[in-house]
């Protein structure tokens, strides 16, 4: 069985659903620059790549990319495909309803992007606004120390900066798409914090661009396929595993039910 919705046939609807225990995963990424030498869709081709390697371990049905998110800060650099705040909210919610009136009970998240966890988080809580015959979910992976020490032993450039770009998520895109990594050309721009603003505790949106100017953050010379092998497959297995408890959990409908009947109307 496949697990695309887009490679699905109408007539396998009814074991995918069943197969899948009614779960559908939302693969979300962004369209944005990612520094001088990796793919604009490299985000996307990241929650791609997840979503259908863990599916091969652990079946649920992937819904077809999605790439429409919070953008904001990259309207600078070409290859941003950043829509209104309204349209990127009102697609989330009716791509979630149509999901779930098409027989998906549970909707897991994947994110991609590092400017979308604040919105799908929102998301998520207002979920609670009215009732919906269906829940959702957001992976959220955490890594333990044994991860951490490994990680440590292979990465080489500075942690603090390696947010965009950089090491970490070129090594990545190295193991997935080696054939979309120009890596030749990650050292052509500054990914290092220019440190324009100074504001203690206080947050604001145009941090960001203080910082990286470039839309680059860390160092994607330093990428190393060994690297992007250890982390990819680590986030992998943790996707695996997380499908495989959404899949068990009967209890978050459960209490959502109850939690709606109980609501003052
Ligand atoms: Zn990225």
Known sequence: MHSRWDELTASDWDLALKMSDSTCILPIGILEKHGPHLPIGCDLIHVREWSARATKKEYAVVFPD???GQI????HQYGTFALSEKVVWELLEETCDEIGRNGFKKILIVNGHGGNPELLRYFIQTRLEKPR?????FFD??????????YKALH??????DQHAGERESSSLLYFRPDLAEMDRAGIESGVNQKRLSNPNVYTA???YAAYPNHYAGDGSKASLALGKFISEHIISQLAEAIKTVKAD????ELQNEF??????
Do not use: G, H
Not at 141 to 150: E, L
């Open 66 to 68: 999605y790439f429409y």
């Open 72 to 75: 904001n800060e990259a309207k």
């Open 133 to 137: 015959n269906y829940a959702v979910y």
């Open 141 to 150: 992976p955490q890594q333990d120390a044994d991860f951490q020490k490994q």
């Open 156 to 161: 080489k450039s500075d942690e603090a900066d």
């Open 206 to 208: 145009i941090w960001w």
């Open 250 to 253: 009967k209890k978050t409908l």
């Open 260 to 265: 709606f009947n109980r609501m003052k109307k």
